[in-house]
Nanobody
């Protein structure tokens, strides 16, 4: 399970930080992602990071947002700077990885957090 937090009402230019924690049975996370969905729009990728620290940012957040992770705590963060009105959206964290079933066979998974709303006010 993924639990995201840190959203809320933020003024334009603000710098909130989103957090997402993974919990559950034994598993290994290979990569994390932050997505967002604005009203009336499709869900879109914001940024991603691998367990090794390789990052990717979409152009509309590049230079403003920073994704980071703590492998030991199984957490991912999204530092959002210089927020704009168009950043208003529900932000979702995701995790890709593998777990081992009862027969010790590795299984791949992709999990989503419940979403946290970020509203940017003028």
């Amino acid at each position: 399970q993924l639990q995201a937090s840190g959203g809320g009402l933020v003024q334009a230019g603000g710098s909130p930080r989103l957090s997402c924690a993974a919990s559950g049975s034994i598993f290994i996370i290979n990569g994390w992602g932050w997505y967002r969905q604005a009203p009336g729009k499709e869900r879109e990728l914001v940024a991603s990071i691998t367990s090794g620290g390789y990052t990717h940012y979409e152009d509309y957040v590049k230079g403003r947002f920073t994704i980071s992770r703590d492998n030991g705590k199984k957490m991912v963060y999204l530092q959002m700077n210089t927020l704009k009105h168009e950043d208003t959206a529900v932000y979702y964290c995701s995790a890709d990885g593998r777990y081992y079933d009862i027969d010790s066979i590795p299984k791949l998974f992709k999990s989503w957090g419940q979403g946290t709303l970020v509203t940017v006010s003028s």
